[in-house]
């Protein structure tokens, strides 16, 4: 192995823990900005004119929002079907998402969505369908 190659190996395991600290080290970005009568300011709604709001913080990573289709979803540490199972949510949920990565591909899917909505977890993206904007890239 030549020197630059394991420079390189080092560069990249460096940054790959200083992700997976400020993961675990940051506290989750919740549903701060959500009222429980499930408003969002951030969001398109239709107002009593049937004219539509699209909403002032639609850039804001903090704002993506999906559902989840499938019955069960395993929730997990990192995007493939192999990592530890953090939680699970269930159809209907809404989900914060923070953003999106490719990962293990999920019948034809390799988009994952990193949630946060109390941890930090990895959903696959053919279980979730995004509200509004499509989340940024991670």
């Known amino acids: 192995m030549s020197l630059r190659s394991a420079i390189s190996r ?72 192999g990592s530890q199972v953090i939680r699970v949510a269930y159809r209907g949920e809404h989900v914060s998402i923070f953003c999106k990565t490719t990962g293990q591909y999920i019948q034809g899917n390799n988009r994952w969505y990193l949630l946060t909505d109390g941890t930090w977890a990895w959903g696959s993206a053919r279980y979730i369908d995004t509200i509004g904007p499509t989340p940024r890239w991670c």
Do not use: C, K
Request: proline letters at 6%; hydrophobic letters at 35%.
């Open 10 to 81: 080092i560069a990249i395991a460096t940054a790959a823990g200083a992700l997976i600290t400020s993961v675990v080290a940051t506290p989750a970005l919740a549903d701060d900005e959500w009222d429980e009568g499930g408003g969002d300011p951030g969001f398109s709604q239709q107002d009593d004119r049937g004219d539509w709001d699209h909403g002032e913080h639609h850039n804001n990573p903090r704002l993506y929002r999906g559902v989840v289709t499938a019955s069960e979803l395993f929730l997990r540490s990192a995007p493939n079907r």
